[in-house]
């Protein structure tokens, strides 16, 4: 099973960019599709963004669209989160998953999960 470890977060004002990073560790990374969720203190965790496999295809929540790009490397095992334009709502702590599969469906179930990382943005 993947090890995954976030970095990238931080304290930022609204309007400003950050970039997460999701390192992971297991022969199994570059044969499934991998997702950003993030959870907000006395909010249920919230699907942000999936990749595919092979980076083909990426999919996003409505709120973030526009703004956030996902993206990985799979010859280096890392998957990205680029977040543009960022605003007070996308507090959060952000985790990196890797699903079961090797592409993204709303059904995907993941299974390996990273311990996550802080994006707290001021107003």
């Known amino acids: 099973q993947a090890q995954l470890v976030e970095s990238g977060g931080g304290l930022v004002q609204a309007g400003d960019s950050v970039k997460l990073s999701c390192a992971a560790s297991?022969?199994?990374?570059?044969?499934?599709?991998m997702g950003w969720f993030r959870q907000a203190p006395g909010k249920e965790r919230e699907f942000v963004a999936a990749?595919?496999?092979?980076?083909?295809?990426?999919y996003y929540v409505d709120s973030v669209k526009g703004r956030f790009t996902i993206s990985r490397d799979n010859a280096k095992n890392m998957m990205y989160l680029q977040m543009n334009n960022l605003k007070p709502e996308d507090t959060a702590t952000y985790y990196c998953?890797?699903?079961?599969?090797?592409?993204?469906?709303?059904?995907?179930?993941?299974?390996?999960w990273g311990q996550g990382t802080q994006v707290t943005v001021s107003s």
């Open positions: 998953a890797a699903s079961r599969s090797r592409a993204y469906s709303k059904n995907s179930r993941f299974g390996a």
């Open positions: 297991g022969r199994t990374f570059s044969s499934v599709a």
């Open positions: 990749i595919n496999w092979n980076g083909g295809s990426a």
